[in-house]
């Protein structure tokens, strides 16, 4: 088999954003796109000769003609062995225990995440290090530079590599080894958690849904809840991968998952539902006739992790991201723990978790995770809510309103408006930089700024800073807005704006979120002139 050096020119716009590389499918399938920035990968991380590493994805369209192309490229470069998922398939969180667990040197995961997949969809490649965790800035900084100064890349010639069934094989002089995508992820969540407790609450007629989406966590849930756990066949719902998600958005909130919302605001809803997204990292929880948010199950899951064997200890510390509501940070004081806020990007939990100062981290875009991984786990969320539920034998919703009055409520919504022309999105993300020293003491429908400023972030493990990580302004009283630009889009600028109220009060703790935060709404409106700028009269997503 022959290796050869193929020349190319680099491609503008190869910039890893939040989470690796997102573009429009077709981008990705033109000439040179995904092999310049699989070489640019493998040349950032100074090579890839005599290194092991894990591959898989979601399943998303073109999923298995890209792990074919990665596959013949490591090869080309040196590669010593690649474990890859069976069919190219690995959930993310499964990528980055297999990562951790067989000691590699990194791995390659094909996702766009909750994005959609398809031929005119979304298509993303991220580069995870040896700690299984999404590469931080620095190592990002070094795939974009060598993007920039690609002059070929390395493809070794050959036929495809039959992947559908686990064993050995070769491609030139590497090894490849196929792995059951499930089996090692499954036996993680039975060593973290208590089966027996979980699957007695199955057995005393607790029911649940969950919806996969027709992404890549089907298999896995089918495994974990209906074989292992045993909840009734047909709580997987959606259960079956397609590389398109079934034309939907696999993105689990209450607008893309609005069926399983439903469902749990019936009379006759089960006890609890949960969803995940297109490549298993995120979870939504939904009890009967509650919807839990993000920020609020972190803070939730916090309080009562204990309860789960592999937290039994307790936590050392928690950590979110900037946007996420600080109700978990209140649990964090109440119990007399260290709480971190960090950039929105999972990367940015990766060196506190590997120091040893959190055990438990989250997001308010539904992504929540601990220590067994270093990426966001939707499955775990989904089983340390069984665990605190089959221990309690409460109600999601019981267990809510009690949290709420031990700690208080943080009501919380996220507004965003999407493809909003670039030069829009940043005129007005500018122009309320640069009103930020303005807006302290200002009062804006009877709100009263006591802080603004844009969120930098010094990283207490490596001393390494992050700037320009959206805006923040404070009122009087615990409410905040936040303003930022999204870093996974594929299509003009995404604008997030993030709402949140604190009460205290116990007689506000069971309020319409809509309403407690309309003010507030209002003031975002007024301060960051949103309708001006974009044009737009309303957000396009509420969550
Ligand atoms: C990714 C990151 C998350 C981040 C989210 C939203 O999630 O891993 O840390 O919170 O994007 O980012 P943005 O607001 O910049 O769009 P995922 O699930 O897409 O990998």
């Given at each position: 088999?022959?290796?050869?050096?193929?020349?190319?020119?680099?491609?503008?716009?190869?910039?890893?954003?939040?989470s690796g590389?997102?573009?429009?499918t077709?981008?990705?399938m033109?000439?040179h796109?995904?092999?310049?920035y699989?070489?640019s990968?493998?040349?950032g991380?100074?090579?890839?000769?005599?290194?092991?590493l894990?591959?898989?994805?979601d399943?998303?369209?073109?999923?298995d003609?890209a792990?074919?192309v990665?596959?013949?490229?490591?090869?080309a470069?040196g590669a010593?062995r690649?474990?890859?998922?069976?069919d190219?398939?690995?959930?993310?969180?499964?990528?980055?225990?297999?990562?951790?667990?067989?000691?590699?040197?990194?791995g390659?995961?094909l996702?766009?995440?909750?994005?959609?997949?398809?031929?005119?969809?979304?298509?993303?490649?991220?580069?995870?290090?040896?700690?299984g965790?999404?590469?931080?800035?620095?190592?990002t900084?070094?795939?974009?530079?060598?993007?920039?100064?690609?002059?070929?890349?390395?493809?070794?010639d050959?036929q495809?590599?039959?992947?559908s069934?686990?064993?050995?094989?070769?491609?030139?002089s590497?090894d490849?080894e196929?792995?059951?995508?499930?089996?090692?992820?499954?036996a993680?969540?039975?060593?973290?958690f208590?089966?027996?407790a979980?699957r007695?609450?199955?057995?005393?007629?607790?029911?649940?849904v969950?919806?996969?989406?027709?992404?890549?966590?089907?298999?896995?849930?089918?495994?974990?809840?209906e074989?292992?756990l045993?909840a009734?066949?047909?709580?997987?719902?959606?259960?079956?991968?397609?590389?398109?998600?079934?034309g939907?958005?696999?993105d689990?909130?209450p607008?893309?998952?609005?069926?399983?919302?439903?469902?749990?605001?019936?009379?006759?809803a089960?006890?609890?539902?949960?969803a995940?997204d297109?490549d298993g990292d995120r979870?939504?929880?939904?009890?009967?006739?509650?919807?839990?948010?993000?920020?609020?199950?972190?803070?939730?899951?916090a309080?009562?992790?204990?309860?789960?064997?592999?937290?039994?200890?307790?936590?050392?510390?928690?950590?979110r991201s900037?946007p996420t509501s600080?109700?978990?940070d209140?649990?964090?004081?109440?119990l007399?723990?260290?709480?971190?806020?960090?950039?929105t990007g999972?990367?940015?939990?990766?060196?506190l978790?590997?120091?040893?100062?959190?055990?438990?981290?989250?997001?308010e875009?539904?992504?929540?995770?601990?220590?067994?991984?270093?990426?966001?786990?939707?499955?775990?969320?989904?089983?340390l809510?069984?665990?605190?539920?089959?221990?309690t034998?409460?109600?999601?919703?019981?267990?809510?309103e009690?949290?709420?009055?031990?700690?208080?409520?943080n009501?919380y919504?996220?507004?965003?408006?999407?493809d909003?022309p670039t030069?829009?999105?940043?005129?007005?993300?500018e122009?309320?930089?640069?009103a930020?020293?303005?807006?302290?003491?200002?009062?804006?429908?009877?709100?009263?700024?006591s802080a603004?400023?844009?969120?930098?972030?010094?990283?207490p493990?490596?001393?390494?800073?992050?700037?320009?990580?959206?805006?923040?302004?404070?009122?009087e009283?615990?409410?905040r807005?936040?303003?930022?630009?999204?870093g996974?889009?594929?299509?003009?600028?995404?604008?997030?704006?993030?709402?949140?109220?604190?009460?205290?009060?116990?007689?506000?703790?069971?309020?319409?979120?809509?309403?407690?935060?309309?003010p507030?709404?209002q003031?975002?409106?007024?301060?960051?002139?949103?309708?001006?700028?974009?044009?737009?009269e309303?957000?396009?997503?509420?969550t």
């Amino acid at each position: 088999m022959q290796i050869h050096s193929v020349p190319t020119r680099p491609i503008p716009g190869q910039k890893p954003g939040t989470s690796g590389l997102r573009k429009k499918t077709r981008v990705f399938m033109e000439h040179h796109f995904l092999e310049n920035y699989v070489q640019s990968i493998f040349d950032g991380i100074g090579g890839i000769a005599g290194r092991t590493l894990v591959l898989g994805g979601d399943g998303r369209y073109f999923n298995d003609r890209a792990a074919q192309v990665i596959l013949r490229m490591a090869a080309a470069n040196g590669a010593t062995r690649v474990i890859v998922g069976q069919d190219a398939i690995l959930s993310t969180p499964a990528a980055s225990h297999l990562i951790r667990s067989r000691g590699t040197d990194g791995g390659l995961i094909l996702s766009a995440s909750h994005n959609p997949g398809g031929p005119e969809a979304d298509f993303g490649l991220k580069y995870n290090t040896p700690n299984g965790g999404p590469a931080p800035e620095a190592v990002t900084d070094r795939i974009h530079a060598a993007s920039l100064a690609i002059s070929e890349y390395r493809m070794l010639d050959a036929q495809d590599v039959d992947l559908s069934r686990p064993g050995r094989t070769r491609l030139g002089s590497m090894d490849i080894e196929i792995v059951d995508p499930v089996a090692d992820y499954a036996a993680l969540m039975e060593r973290l958690f208590d089966f027996d407790a979980i699957r007695d609450l199955f057995r005393s007629g607790f029911r649940m849904v969950f919806d996969a989406m027709h992404a890549v966590t089907g298999p896995y849930a089918r495994e974990i809840l209906e074989r292992r756990l045993g909840a009734a066949e047909g709580t997987v719902l959606n259960g079956r991968p397609l590389p398109d998600f079934g034309g939907g958005h696999p993105d689990p909130n209450p607008i893309w998952a609005r069926g399983l919302v439903e469902r749990m605001m019936a009379d006759d809803a089960p006890d609890f539902g949960a969803a995940s997204d297109g490549d298993g990292d995120r979870n939504m929880i939904v009890g009967r006739g509650l919807y839990v948010t993000p920020s609020d199950s972190l803070a939730l899951l916090a309080a009562q992790a204990h309860r789960a064997p592999a937290y039994r200890a307790g936590l050392r510390g928690v950590a979110r991201s900037m946007p996420t509501s600080g109700a978990v940070d209140r649990v964090a004081e109440a119990l007399g723990m260290p709480c971190y806020e960090t950039p929105t990007g999972w990367k940015f939990f990766g060196n506190l978790l590997d120091a040893g100062r959190v055990t438990l981290c989250g997001e308010e875009s539904a992504g929540t995770g601990s220590d067994h991984v270093r990426e966001k786990d939707g499955l775990w969320a989904v089983l340390l809510w069984l665990n605190i539920l089959a221990d309690t034998r409460r109600s999601v919703r019981d267990l809510m309103e009690e949290h709420w009055s031990r700690f208080g409520r943080n009501y919380y919504s996220r507004h965003d408006y999407e493809d909003i022309p670039t030069d829009r999105a940043n005129a007005l993300y500018e122009g309320l930089r640069a009103a930020l020293p303005s807006l302290p003491g200002r009062t804006v429908r009877s709100l009263r700024v006591s802080a603004a400023d844009e969120f930098a972030y010094d990283d207490p493990v490596d001393g390494s800073r992050s700037e320009r990580q959206g805006l923040r302004i404070v009122f009087e009283g615990g409410a905040r807005m936040v303003v930022r630009l999204s870093g996974t889009g594929t299509e003009g600028a995404t604008l997030r704006v993030y709402l949140e109220v604190l009460e205290t009060d116990p007689a506000r703790l069971r309020l319409d979120p809509a309403d407690v935060l309309a003010p507030l709404a209002q003031a975002a409106e007024e301060i960051a002139q949103i309708r001006r700028h974009t044009g737009r009269e309303a957000p396009d997503v509420i969550t």
